[in-house]
């Protein structure tokens, strides 16, 4: 039963254009991730925020942006879009990183 | 990289038979975790093996880990065409053990 929950669930859009996705959790877990999965099914880690605060940036673009209003929620902003965003991001959480729940994930494509 | 291997392989077998998914791995880790992922669907944990654990097993599932290679495997009994998916594994990191590295993924395909 899916218990992270990322929207939407698709996105189409041009280069340059500002997208946002939502991740929720209901598990109670004090940490969220956001990864980017490529086409060739390569999973990389983007952030980790622990109870609200940025715990990992593995040396992201600075158009991307985490935002959390509190430990259940944890948005992902790219302002202006490029090509290579081109991907699915999945939304995960954790109570001890010994295991992550994942979001079905939110797939980009841009035109 | 945390892996050894970047690219994803590719499996195609026959529903019934047995199989095995290797991924080796370049630094410390306490915690190997071997994690699905079905068509249109987030990766799923399948199985967690403790640096001090040799195997461990769940169902059809065996995880062995060798420490001293830095390699573990995963392999599945009879397996069903329901197992199609992509298989990964994932460590920490000595330097973040907040965070979980997945390797490169199996694309296992089990043809009814």
């Known amino acids: 039963e899916t218990a992270v929950f990322q929207t939407p669930n698709y996105h189409v859009t041009q280069v340059g254009n500002e997208v946002s996705f939502n991740c929720k959790q209901t598990?109670?877990?004090?940490?969220m991730y956001w990864y980017k999965q490529d086409s060739k099914k390569l999973l990389k880690i983007m952030f980790s925020y622990n109870n609200k605060q940025l715990i990992v940036n593995e040396t992201v673009p600075r158009r991307f942006s985490p935002q959390s209003s509190d430990k259940a929620h944890l948005n992902l902003r790219i302002k202006s879009v490029e090509p290579e965003d081109s991907a699915v991001y999945l939304c995960?959480?954790?109570?001890?990183?010994?295991?992550?729940?994942f979001g079905h994930g939110t797939k980009l494509s841009v035109l | 990289s945390q892996w050894g291997e970047e690219n994803l392989q590719a499996l195609s077998i026959q529903e019934g038979e047995d199989v095995t998914m290797n991924c080796s791995y370049k630094t410390y880790t306490t915690v190997v975790q071997w994690y699905r992922q079905k068509s249109g669907k987030g990766p799923a944990q399948l199985i967690l093996i403790r640096s001090n654990e040799r195997e461990k097993r769940s169902g059809r599932l065996r995880a062995t880990l060798d420490t001293s290679s830095q390699s573990s495997s995963l392999s599945i009994t009879g397996t069903l065409a329901t197992d199609t998916a992509v298989y990964f594994c994932?460590?920490?990191?000595?330097?973040?053990?907040?965070?979980?590295?997945f390797g490169s993924g199996t694309k296992l395909t089990v043809e009814p």
């Open positions: 995960a959480s954790s109570s001890n990183n010994e295991r992550l729940f």
């Open positions: 598990l109670g877990h004090d940490t």
């Open positions: 994932a460590t920490d990191a000595e330097s973040n053990y907040n965070v979980l590295y």
